[in-house]
């Protein structure tokens, strides 16, 4: 993650106030809460300096930092059906090392994303995956955004891993759901972790087997969160009472109001923190 590190130095010796991080977490159709905050981070004038993203977080801070506005990131989200979902799956017959090939979405990927190359986006972004033969975490912070991002949402057992840098690449969820670790190792200073993974519940079960494979990774990534410090890091859990399943993105609208709930009730303690080490300003900049 070197180059993440040195433009964060880079943008901290031009920022005149503490840099602000926001780490997206996994959670599949869940992640689209993610775009609900965005919008009101914007509206309110939280500057966000930084931004980690691990599997849907990834997809959706990489869309966002390439030009895609909130807002029509929200309306592109509910315009999404079961066809248009089915349209990108490309199953493999017989199943491998996944049963769905990726290269689909891959070509989606790169119709979608206006800047193609991560050092090129306008604020530092990095996209966690996991090797899966070494289980170590994969911090993609520059080179190609879409393999970055095709390699972060790869959920093991569901897409079939994606081979880059000699690496055999699996979703980032699998040792690092929340990212905040990459932000806090980088020397960003107020650090914001969103976390949507689906909680364990009695009576929750799984319908299908990618619902099934989901769920294993929520279960493996919630131990990670749960067991990882916190430090100072701002914590904006918006389907903390909800169980929604990972596959369930004909609720975008719903996710997406959760997510701006859950961030305006976290915009005073955002406000706050920022006030008490200098960071609020009339220009926020």
Do not use: C
Not at 213 to 221: A, E, F, H, K, V
């Amino acid at each position: 993650m070197e180059v993440f590190t040195q433009k964060v130095a880079a943008l901290k010796e031009i920022k005149e106030r503490p840099l602000v991080g926001l780490a997206l977490g996994s959670g599949a159709a869940r992640g689209l809460s993610h775009i609900g905050l965005l919008q009101v981070f914007e509206q309110e004038g939280i500057p966000i300096d930084v931004i980690t993203g691990t599997s849907m977080g990834a997809l959706v801070g990489g869309l966002y930092l390439s030009g895609w506005e909130p807002d029509f990131l929200g309306k592109f989200a509910k315009a999404i059906n079961k066809q248009h979902i089915v349209s990108t799956l490309d199953f493999v017959l017989p199943p491998k090392k996944g049963l769905i090939d990726g290269y689909r979405i891959e070509a989606m990927l790169k119709r979608m994303l206006k800047i193609k190359n991560i050092e090129a986006l306008p604020k530092p972004f990095a996209a966690i995956s996991s090797d899966i033969a070494t289980g170590e975490r994969v911090v993609h912070d520059n080179g190609d955004l879409v393999k970055g991002i095709r390699a972060s949402i790869s959920v093991p057992g569901v897409f079939v891993p994606e081979r880059y840098a000699g690496r055999l690449l699996v979703d980032g969820g699998v040792v690092d759901p929340v990212p905040m670790d990459v932000l806090w190792e980088a020397g960003v200073d107020i650090v914001i972790g969103v976390n949507v993974m689906k909680r364990p519940t009695a009576g929750a079960e799984p319908e299908g087997l990618i619902d099934v494979l989901l769920n294993m990774t929520d279960i493996m990534g919630f131990k990670i969160f749960e067991n990882q410090p916190l430090n100072e890091a701002i914590i904006i859990e918006p389907l903390k009472e909800h169980h929604i399943g990972g596959m369930e993105f004909d609720k975008a609208e719903l996710l997406i109001e959760l997510g701006k709930q859950a961030a305006l009730k976290a915009v005073p303690q955002i406000k706050n923190r920022l006030k008490a080490e200098g960071g609020l300003d009339a220009n926020h900049s």
